[in-house]
């Protein structure tokens, strides 16, 4: 199902709601393959398990010939005090499911650094952010609405900065760590800002765990304790969300 929904007149959301997270990873790939064809692009890039499916995709793009050399790569965020080597930081994520199978070129790639002693601490990302625009930043969304990790509460004219995750985003996260006392306290973020200054966006979502969020990011009024409806005033948002995910919107 396809449809077009405008909040309030500020925006129009484009949205998809399939039946599979195959056919909602496919759409994002094509989102993103379209973005490509321009001749230097930079690409707004999410961890987390919803664009898994859309990174295998581009993958099989990249063996049929897509090449990603003109791809400048940024990414949301990543947990402060783990190293860029530990299996759950946000680096390794982005080199096992994307960077390592394609020819994007290394020093193209940026993610924020955790440590706080390099290139990519707070400020230096910010600057490299500002100077270069996403063409396109790919979203994933937290049930309690969050984007990149700004958290609820988090100021919509924020920038790179580093915050403290809430319980129930390292409760769910705590999946992919031995116990929930692994899992960070603390994460380095892209601000809303930052999201925002993307010409385009686009948000995958699946699953009834997400509903709420889906719903409240197209039709909540604007609030900062729901970081995601700040989208509600981005021109251009293609939400690709599963039946479940997209229940409240239908
Ligand atoms: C990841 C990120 C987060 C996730 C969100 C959803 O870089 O910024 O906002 O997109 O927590 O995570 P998943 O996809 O694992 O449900």
């Known amino acids: 199902m396809h449809q077009n929904k405008g909040e309030k007149g500020n925006n129009m959301f484009e949205i998809f709601i399939l039946n599979s997270y195959e056919e909602v990873s496919k759409k ?14 930079t690409l707004g890039l999410a961890t987390g398990s919803s664009p898994v ?14 090449s990603f050399q003109h791809v400048t790569s940024v990414n949301l965020d990543e947990y402060v005090g783990i ?12 080199f096992e499911h994307l960077f390592k199978h394609v020819d994007i070129m290394k ?10 002693n390099s290139e990519n601490s707070t400020n230096e990302y910010e600057l ?10 790919v979203l994933g969304i937290g049930s309690n609405g969050h984007i990149g990790f700004n958290e609820p509460g988090t100021a919509f004219d924020s920038t790179v900065h580093q915050i ?10 705590a999946r992919f760590f031995s116990s929930l006392d692994e899992v960070p306290t603390h994460a380095i973020t892209m601000g809303i800002q ?5 010409q385009k966006i686009v948000l995958i979502a699946t699953g009834q765990k997400k509903a709420q969020a889906i719903y409240d990011c ?33």
């Open 164 to 173: 403290e995750l809430k319980k129930e985003t390292r409760l769910d996260n």
């Open 28 to 41: 994002a790939s094509e989102v993103v393959l379209e973005v490509l064809k321009k001749d230097q692009v």
């Open 83 to 94: 190293n860029q080597d530990h299996p759950q930081s946000y680096y390794t994520f982005m």
């Open 218 to 250: 197209v039709h909540a009024p604007l609030s900062v304790d729901i970081p995601c409806t700040i989208l509600q005033k981005h021109p251009h948002v293609v939400l690709i969300v599963d039946q479940e995910a997209g229940q409240l919107i239908k």
């Open 107 to 116: 020093e193209n790639i940026h993610i924020p650094s955790g440590l706080g």
């Open 53 to 66: 499916g859309m990174y295998q995709q581009l993958v099989d793009a990249y063996h049929k010939g897509q």
């Open 194 to 198: 930052d999201i925002m200054r993307a």
């Open 128 to 137: 490299f952010l500002q100077a270069h625009p996403q063409d396109l930043q």
